[in-house]
């Protein structure tokens, strides 16, 4: 008896593990979008000597509004090709950062909650077993294993090292101007790193217990109904 009810304590552990290494995820891209709009990123800019306290998602917006009036505004009438050139690749830049966040937030969403349904909350009747089994094919075409899911999750990082890439660029096209970029206690790309580098051991670490409990979204053998 004391044995069947340790193998029943191991299992409801097991379990609480794989639900928690599922809505990770979920809390990831709430910590990680919060992340950006931390008013940590003090910008010093040589040509005019100024300092601007941003957050990431601010700095984006500003550097945004700035080179989308000097490429696409009539009030603009003199232009310069090192210019332009820094304005297009800032602008280039941001729609890049901000649709791999958007993507990456989007994917592990999804992938998040359709795994929790599939594995957590499965149909009762033939026909529903079927629909599911639809799902969770289709599921495993889109992601065949853990590598492709923490690949997805990877996209929302690029993002948080907006303040570093923009200074780069400052440096390497505005000849004789700079952005000195500092952080003020919150560093969201490390901080954002570190979270990113936890779900990734949580995602292999629960692997064992999710086989050993039939909730391995990933294995050939099916799931536990």
Known sequence: MNSKKMIETISRKRKRLIL???IAPMALILLLTAALFVPSVTGYIKSN???????????????????????FSSDVTEKNN????????????IIVFSSLFMLGALATFLTSAMAVKILFFPPDGKKSD???????????????NRGVLVLL??????????PIY??????SRLIGDSLSVSYEIFYPHIYGTVLFLGLVVLIFASKKAE??????????GGTKN
């Open 20 to 22: 928690i290494r599922y």
């Open 49 to 71: 000597e100024t300092y601007e306290e941003n957050s990431v998602a601010s700095l984006a917006k500003n550097t945004w509004d700035t080179v989308r009036r000097y490429l």
């Open 82 to 93: 090192v210019t332009e050139t820094f304005s297009k690749e800032a602008f280039a830049a």
């Open 130 to 144: 079927g629909e599911m089994s639809r799902v969770r094919a289709l599921f495993l075409t889109l992601i065949p």
């Open 153 to 162: 999750h990877s996209l929302m990082l690029p993002a948080l090292f907006f």
């Open 166 to 171: 923009l200074s780069k660029l400052y440096s």
């Open 211 to 220: 086989r050993r409990e039939k909730l391995d979204i990933f294995s050939k």
